[in-house]
């Protein structure tokens, strides 16, 4: 009887295994032609990760023109939305379609924004902000080689 139980207890324990990679590692992801992986969401979350990135690059914008023009007000105004308290709209069955490297970027990009606008805040110095953006951007760069999004229908187009 008891080996019954642990049979039935590790079998558990794989599966729950198995649904937290795929789940929280994972991501829905397939290989693409181009070398990168496509990252396969819904349309309307594929817009909003989009909007994102979108915002992200006005963002990006307006701190490089606070920078130029001198104003480190204008580039906390710009960097502190894009920070960690965006995450907090993000639906949970969103995350769990990305993944984890993905997640990790996102999170590391979030808390950049964050850093950027409070070093500004408190350090007025748009040399240090021009090198931490830079690093920011990093980010971008490295996400833009590495994922694209697609929709299963847009997927089953391309076969």
């Not at 915002?55 to 606070?66: K, R």
């Not at 606008?117 to 040399?127: P, W």
Request: proline fraction near 3%; glycine fraction near 10%.
């Amino acid at each position: 009887m008891c080996k019954l139980c642990w049979a039935s207890v590790m079998i558990l324990v794989l599966a729950v295994a198995g649904m937290g990679y795929k789940f929280i590692l994972s991501g829905e992801v397939v290989a693409t032609p181009d070398g990168r992986e496509a990252i396969v969401l819904e349309p309307a979350e594929r817009d909003m990760v989009l909007a994102e990135m979108r915002e992200f690059l006005v963002s990006i914008q307006a701190i490089t023109e606070g920078i130029v023009n001198d104003d480190m007000a204008s580039v906390v105004s710009a960097a502190r939305p894009m920070g960690t308290a965006a995450q907090q709209g993000v639906p949970g069955s969103l995350v769990r379609k990305l993944p984890l490297g993905f997640k990790q970027m996102g999170f590391d990009t979030h808390g950049k924004f964050e850093q950027l606008a409070l070093d500004a805040e408190q350090l007025g110095d748009g040399e240090y902000a021009l090198g931490q953006l830079a690093e920011l951007m990093q980010n971008c760069t490295a996400c833009h080689s590495m994922y694209r999004f697609e929709t299963a229908t847009s997927l089953q187009g391309a076969q």
